[in-house]
């Protein structure tokens, strides 16, 4: 995707957390994939104020497939590109830098891969202000070894138990 074609992160819907905040955990937008528990972590996570700034919540990132399958410009197939594109759980734009933030039940080794993916997509999707991308793990129970390995590798974690 070229630098003309990117879309612009002021397309998504950003949210004030505060706004969130005040109507408790149904504030946290519905999306097919997001479970209670992980609205819960997310309520707790903006309530907490553990990040400030504005955020974004199942952000879309394109890849190869959902590109060539939105170029047909077949109803069908851009639907199925909306339906597949991989989306970072929640994005928060703060005033040095741009958190990637991975959402779990627990700590897992997957979710490296996962952050690391979504930084590398966010980068060739969205023309991207010059701030810092930082990587998170947001997750209601521990693996102290994983987390461990994930901080080793300057992606932050968050366990709240919910």
């Known amino acids: 995707m070229t630098e003309k074609s990117k879309k612009s992160l002021e ?3 950003w949210w004030n957390p505060k706004d969130i905040v005040k109507l408790g ?4 937008p519905r999306f097919p994939h997001f479970l209670l ?3 819960q972590l997310a309520y707790e996570f903006l309530k907490r104020q553990i990040l400030t700034g504005r955020v974004a919540f199942d952000v879309p990132v394109d890849t190869e497939y959902s590109r060539m399958l939105e170029e047909t ?4 197939l851009v639907r199925q590109a909306y339906l597949l594109k991989k989306r970072i759980d929640m994005l928060f734009d703060t005033d040095t830098a741009l958190w990637i933030i991975e ?3 627990m700590i897992r080794a997957s979710a490296m891969g ?3 993916v979504y930084k590398k997509l966010l980068r060739e999707t969205y023309k991207l202000p010059r701030k810092k991308i930082r990587l998170g793990v947001l997750a209601a129970q521990d693996d102290p070894t994983v987390r461990r390995i994930l901080n080793s590798q300057k992606i932050e974690t ?3 138990e919910v």
């Open 73 to 76: 410009g077949d109803y069908f």
């Open 11 to 13: 397309e998504l819907r």
């Open 25 to 28: 955990v149904y504030g946290i």
């Open 158 to 160: 968050w366990v709240i």
């Open 37 to 39: 528990l992980e609205r």
């Open 103 to 105: 959402i779990k039940k």
């Open 114 to 116: 996962q952050v690391l």
